[in-house]
Protein backbone atom coordinates (compact mmCIF):
# COMPACT_ATOMS: atom_id res chain seq x y z
CA UNK A 1 0.00 0.00 0.00
CA UNK A 2 0.88 3.51 -0.28
CA UNK A 3 1.16 6.31 2.36
CA UNK A 4 -0.15 10.04 1.49
CA UNK A 5 1.12 12.19 4.78
CA UNK A 6 -0.75 15.34 5.78
CA UNK A 7 0.42 18.12 7.90
CA UNK A 8 -1.98 20.52 9.85
CA UNK A 9 -1.14 23.30 11.58
CA UNK A 10 -3.01 24.02 14.94
CA UNK A 11 -1.82 20.56 16.67
CA UNK A 12 1.01 20.00 14.08
CA UNK A 13 -0.20 16.36 13.45
CA UNK A 14 0.49 14.17 10.55
CA UNK A 15 -2.54 12.71 9.32
CA UNK A 16 -2.26 9.76 6.66
CA UNK A 17 -4.58 8.20 4.04
CA UNK A 18 -3.39 4.65 3.18
CA UNK A 19 -4.72 3.15 -0.47
CA UNK A 20 -3.73 0.48 -2.27
CA UNK A 21 -3.22 1.72 -5.47
CA UNK A 22 -4.78 -1.26 -7.28
CA UNK A 23 -8.24 -1.22 -6.22
CA UNK A 24 -8.44 2.41 -5.05
CA UNK A 25 -9.84 1.62 -1.24
CA UNK A 26 -7.89 3.52 1.28
CA UNK A 27 -8.63 4.62 5.06
CA UNK A 28 -7.95 7.89 7.00
CA UNK A 29 -6.00 7.61 9.64
CA UNK A 30 -5.85 10.61 12.83
CA UNK A 31 -7.51 13.25 10.85
CA UNK A 32 -6.66 16.32 12.43
CA UNK A 33 -8.19 18.84 10.09
CA UNK A 34 -9.91 21.93 12.44
CA UNK A 35 -10.73 23.75 9.25
CA UNK A 36 -12.05 24.11 5.48
CA UNK A 37 -8.97 24.16 3.71
CA UNK A 38 -7.49 21.44 5.74
CA UNK A 39 -10.64 19.42 4.72
CA UNK A 40 -10.55 20.23 1.55
CA UNK A 41 -7.08 19.02 1.46
CA UNK A 42 -7.89 15.81 2.40
CA UNK A 43 -10.95 15.67 0.02
CA UNK A 44 -9.20 17.03 -2.86
CA UNK A 45 -6.75 14.60 -2.31
CA UNK A 46 -9.68 11.53 -2.36
CA UNK A 47 -11.11 13.05 -5.65
CA UNK A 48 -7.45 13.73 -7.26
CA UNK A 49 -7.14 9.88 -6.77
CA UNK A 50 -10.20 8.59 -7.48
CA UNK A 51 -9.90 6.98 -4.00
CA UNK A 52 -12.51 5.17 -1.94
CA UNK A 53 -12.72 5.66 1.28
CA UNK A 54 -13.59 2.46 3.58
CA UNK A 55 -12.51 3.26 7.45
CA UNK A 56 -11.45 6.33 9.80
CA UNK A 57 -9.05 4.89 11.62
CA UNK A 58 -7.91 6.28 15.31
CA UNK A 59 -4.50 4.87 17.02
CA UNK A 60 -6.04 6.65 20.16
CA UNK A 61 -8.47 9.44 20.89
CA UNK A 62 -6.69 12.26 22.07
CA UNK A 63 -8.82 15.47 20.11
CA UNK A 64 -5.58 16.20 17.76
CA UNK A 65 -6.00 12.66 15.93
CA UNK A 66 -10.06 12.71 15.90
CA UNK A 67 -11.35 16.25 15.45
CA UNK A 68 -11.82 15.75 12.00
CA UNK A 69 -14.09 12.17 12.29
CA UNK A 70 -17.34 13.40 12.14
CA UNK A 71 -16.27 15.12 9.07
CA UNK A 72 -15.17 11.97 6.73
CA UNK A 73 -17.63 10.36 8.70
CA UNK A 74 -20.68 11.92 7.21
CA UNK A 75 -18.61 12.95 4.21
CA UNK A 76 -18.14 9.43 3.03
CA UNK A 77 -20.39 7.37 4.79
CA UNK A 78 -18.30 5.25 6.91
CA UNK A 79 -16.96 3.27 10.24
CA UNK A 80 -14.95 4.81 12.51
CA UNK A 81 -12.08 2.18 14.42
CA UNK A 82 -10.77 2.90 17.43
CA UNK A 83 -9.83 0.71 20.77
CA UNK A 84 -12.60 0.19 23.30
CA UNK A 85 -10.29 1.24 25.97
CA UNK A 86 -10.34 5.12 24.46
CA UNK A 87 -14.36 5.25 24.61
CA UNK A 88 -13.59 7.62 27.89
CA UNK A 89 -11.84 9.79 25.48
CA UNK A 90 -14.03 10.06 22.67
CA UNK A 91 -16.61 10.43 24.92
CA UNK A 92 -15.25 13.82 26.17
CA UNK A 93 -13.81 14.88 22.69
CA UNK A 94 -16.15 18.15 22.76
CA UNK A 95 -14.84 19.18 26.21
CA UNK A 96 -11.56 18.46 24.49
CA UNK A 97 -12.70 20.64 21.81
CA UNK A 98 -13.59 23.61 23.56
CA UNK A 99 -10.21 23.62 26.18
CA UNK A 100 -8.53 24.22 22.95
CA UNK A 101 -10.95 26.61 21.70
CA UNK A 102 -12.42 25.42 18.41
CA UNK A 103 -15.36 25.40 16.92
CA UNK A 104 -18.52 23.92 18.63
CA UNK A 105 -19.69 22.06 15.86
CA UNK A 106 -16.81 19.20 16.74
CA UNK A 107 -18.33 16.53 18.53
CA UNK A 108 -17.67 13.33 20.70
CA UNK A 109 -16.33 10.69 19.09
CA UNK A 110 -18.79 7.40 18.62
CA UNK A 111 -16.61 4.18 17.77
CA UNK A 112 -18.65 2.59 15.29
CA UNK A 113 -16.34 -0.56 15.34
CA UNK A 114 -13.37 -1.33 18.01
CA UNK A 115 -10.30 -2.40 17.10
CA UNK A 116 -8.47 -5.43 19.08
CA UNK A 117 -5.05 -6.55 18.90
CA UNK A 118 -3.91 -8.62 16.27
CA UNK A 119 -6.55 -7.61 14.06
CA UNK A 120 -6.48 -7.40 10.22
CA UNK A 121 -7.68 -4.82 9.04
CA UNK A 122 -8.30 -5.11 5.19
CA UNK A 123 -8.15 -2.46 2.53
CA UNK A 124 -8.16 -3.67 -1.04
CA UNK A 125 -5.66 -5.97 -1.09
CA UNK A 126 -3.74 -4.54 1.07
CA UNK A 127 -3.38 -5.50 5.39
CA UNK A 128 -2.74 -3.77 8.28
CA UNK A 129 -2.67 -5.06 11.72
CA UNK A 130 -3.53 -3.77 14.68
CA UNK A 131 -1.05 -3.77 17.67
CA UNK A 132 -1.67 -2.48 20.95
CA UNK A 133 0.94 -0.26 22.19
CA UNK A 134 -1.23 1.03 25.99
CA UNK A 135 0.61 4.18 27.39
CA UNK A 136 0.16 7.15 25.69
CA UNK A 137 -3.50 6.30 25.97
CA UNK A 138 -5.26 2.94 27.20
CA UNK A 139 -6.40 2.63 23.91
CA UNK A 140 -3.24 3.32 21.77
CA UNK A 141 -3.04 1.13 18.61
CA UNK A 142 -0.55 0.98 15.91
CA UNK A 143 -1.26 -0.30 12.50
CA UNK A 144 1.15 -2.41 10.77
CA UNK A 145 1.77 -3.16 7.09
CA UNK A 146 3.98 -5.99 7.18
CA UNK A 147 4.08 -6.68 3.31
CA UNK A 148 5.08 -2.94 2.57
CA UNK A 149 6.90 -2.40 5.44
CA UNK A 150 5.75 0.39 7.62
CA UNK A 151 4.04 0.97 10.35
CA UNK A 152 1.82 3.86 11.76
CA UNK A 153 2.37 4.38 15.56
CA UNK A 154 0.13 7.55 16.70
CA UNK A 155 1.80 9.12 19.39
CA UNK A 156 3.82 6.12 21.30
CA UNK A 157 7.09 6.32 19.20
CA UNK A 158 8.64 9.20 17.62
CA UNK A 159 12.08 10.01 16.07
CA UNK A 160 14.23 10.12 18.87
CA UNK A 161 11.48 10.90 21.69
CA UNK A 162 8.04 9.18 23.15
CA UNK A 163 4.55 10.04 23.94
CA UNK A 164 4.00 11.86 26.59
CA UNK A 165 2.48 9.80 29.87
CA UNK A 166 1.12 12.83 31.81
CA UNK A 167 -2.52 12.85 30.24
CA UNK A 168 -5.14 10.72 31.28
CA UNK A 169 -4.73 7.16 30.97
CA UNK A 170 -0.96 7.53 30.64
CA UNK A 171 1.47 5.36 31.92
CA UNK A 172 5.24 5.87 31.34
CA UNK A 173 6.60 1.89 32.71
CA UNK A 174 3.44 0.88 30.05
CA UNK A 175 4.26 2.91 27.35
CA UNK A 176 8.06 2.14 27.84
CA UNK A 177 6.75 -1.98 27.83
CA UNK A 178 5.21 -1.57 25.34
CA UNK A 179 7.55 -0.17 22.44
CA UNK A 180 9.87 -2.40 23.74
CA UNK A 181 8.04 -5.86 23.15
CA UNK A 182 5.37 -4.53 20.48
CA UNK A 183 7.22 -2.07 18.23
CA UNK A 184 10.69 -2.87 18.32
CA UNK A 185 10.70 -6.43 17.88
CA UNK A 186 9.27 -5.13 14.03
CA UNK A 187 12.15 -5.59 11.33
CA UNK A 188 14.86 -3.11 11.67
CA UNK A 189 14.11 -1.89 8.33
CA UNK A 190 10.54 -1.23 9.29
CA UNK A 191 9.50 2.41 8.55
CA UNK A 192 7.72 4.07 11.15
CA UNK A 193 5.17 7.19 10.43
CA UNK A 194 4.21 8.82 13.85
CA UNK A 195 1.61 11.43 15.23
CA UNK A 196 4.20 13.93 15.14
CA UNK A 197 7.18 14.92 13.63
CA UNK A 198 9.23 13.29 10.84
CA UNK A 199 9.66 9.53 10.25
CA UNK A 200 11.85 7.45 11.50
CA UNK A 201 12.46 3.22 11.27
CA UNK A 202 12.70 0.85 13.49
CA UNK A 203 16.56 -0.12 13.68
CA UNK A 204 17.31 4.15 14.23
CA UNK A 205 14.88 4.04 17.43
CA UNK A 206 16.59 0.81 18.75
CA UNK A 207 19.99 2.44 18.67
CA UNK A 208 19.44 5.86 19.26
CA UNK A 209 16.49 7.00 21.02
CA UNK A 210 17.42 8.10 24.51
CA UNK A 211 14.53 6.73 26.33
CA UNK A 212 14.94 3.03 24.93
CA UNK A 213 18.58 3.34 25.70
CA UNK A 214 19.16 3.34 29.26
Given at each position: ???????????????????????????????????????????????????????????????????????????????????????????????????????????????????????????GNGELKVICVPGHSQGSVALYDEKDNFVIVGDALF????????????????????????????????????????????????????????
Amino acid sequence: MKVAIFQFAIFGINSYVVYDPDTRCCAIIDPGMTNCKEENAIVDFIDRNKLSVKYVINTHLHIDHAVGNEFLKDKYNVPVLAHELDRPLGERMLLQAQMFGLPERFKNVEISEYLHDGEIIKIGNGELKVICVPGHSQGSVALYDEKDNFVIVGDALFSGSIGRTDLPGGDYDQLISSIRSRLLTLPPQTIVYPGHGPHTTIAQERQHNPYLNN
